[in-house]
């Protein structure tokens, strides 16, 4: 639970490579690590093991998530403001976009189910910063609060929301997303049973949601039709 903060300071550190996190590619082909020390991503062949590629982006890589398509993968940053989009099928970098200075560096990102929207968790100043995957632009800045950690999507009775874990109040907030793709809408704050809420990831049928709770070693289940927590499993 804690490596992913230890691997960031030895990176801020210049500690050599520090390899934060690995994903698989949506066709099941290769796998995507990003590699901080390093300010790359390494591609790597699933059944040979073998590298096939490295993508330099910036400094202080953190994340590779992928569009709902495959064509695209949204790499992002701590310590550097921008958000890189990779063809995964060149893979090779298409975009840079800027992500405004007060928003800073993001720990965490998830690109929406419907793919319209790519929202990233800035720990150290407090925000989520919200990307059109359209436009390839920001669409909005979220004042979030203080250690905002991981979005997530639950799409409930035909509404979409996304689901933000907040460290530094020990609160999960809700926004709701506007069909009409207007800016989305804080409609609801769950207070967490314990500290540090931090991974969160929703159920296959959207009516829970999961939150780890990185320093009470525990993890809350959060009813999406109710918006409380239901039940704290121990670790």
Same mark, same amino acid.
Request: hydrophobic residues 35%; charged residues 20%.
């Given at each position: 639970?804690? *490596?992913?903060?230890?691997?960031?300071?030895?990176? *801020?550190?210049?500690?050599?490579?520090?390899?934060?996190?690995?994903f698989i590619s949506p066709d099941g082909k290769t796998a995507w690590v990003a590699v901080c020390?390093?300010?790359?991503?390494?591609?790597?062949?699933?059944?040979?093991?073998?590298?096939? /590629?490295?993508?330099?982006?910036?400094?202080?890589?953190?994340?590779?998530?992928?569009?709902?398509? =495959?064509?695209?993968?949204?790499? /992002?940053?701590?310590? @550097?403001?921008?958000?890189?989009?990779?063809?995964?099928?060149?893979?090779?970098?298409?975009?840079?976009?800027?992500?405004?200075?007060? *928003?800073?560096?993001?720990?965490? #990102?998830?690109? @929406?189910?419907? =793919?319209?929207?790519?929202?990233?968790?800035?720990?150290?100043?407090?925000?989520? $910063?919200?990307?059109? @995957?359209?436009? #390839?632009?920001?669409? $909005?800045?979220?004042?979030t609060g203080p250690r905002t950690n991981h979005p997530n999507f639950v799409t409930l009775d035909?509404?979409?929301?996304?689901?933000?874990?907040?460290? =530094?109040? /020990?609160? @999960?907030?809700?926004?709701?997303?506007?069909?009409? =793709?207007?800016?989305?809408?804080?409609?609801? $704050?769950?207070? /967490?049973?314990?500290?540090?809420p931090h991974g969160i990831w929703p159920s296959p049928d959207n009516t829970q949601v999961y939150?780890?709770?990185?320093?009470?070693?525990? #993890?809350?289940?959060?009813? $999406?039709?109710?918006?409380?927590?239901?039940?704290?499993?121990?670790?």
């Amino acid at each position: 639970m804690r *490596a992913p903060i230890q691997s960031y300071r030895q990176c *801020a550190r210049g500690a050599p490579r520090t390899p934060h996190e690995g994903f698989i590619s949506p066709d099941g082909k290769t796998a995507w690590v990003a590699v901080c020390g390093e300010n790359a991503v390494e591609i790597f062949d699933i059944d040979s093991g073998k590298r096939v /590629n490295r993508v330099v982006t910036a400094k202080g890589v953190s994340k590779v998530v992928f569009s709902p398509d =495959g064509q695209r993968a949204y790499v /992002n940053h701590l310590f @550097t403001n921008e958000l890189v989009v990779i063809d995964t099928k060149t893979q090779t970098i298409t975009n840079r976009i800027a992500i405004p200075k007060q *928003a800073g560096g993001s720990a965490d #990102l998830a690109v @929406t189910p419907d =793919g319209k929207e790519v929202w990233l968790g800035q720990p150290i100043t407090g925000h989520t $910063t919200v990307i059109d @995957t359209d436009k #390839l632009d920001v669409k $909005t800045v979220l004042e979030t609060g203080p250690r905002t950690n991981h979005p997530n999507f639950v799409t409930l009775d035909g509404v979409n929301y996304a689901y933000v874990t907040v460290g =530094g109040e /020990n609160v @999960t907030k809700v926004f709701r997303r506007p069909q009409d =793709g207007s800016n989305p809408v804080q409609v609801d $704050t769950i207070k /967490n049973s314990g500290v540090g809420p931090h991974g969160i990831w929703p159920s296959p049928d959207n009516t829970q949601v999961y939150v780890v709770l990185q320093k009470s070693d525990a #993890l809350d289940v959060i009813d $999406t039709a109710t918006r409380k927590v239901i039940k704290t499993l121990p670790d």
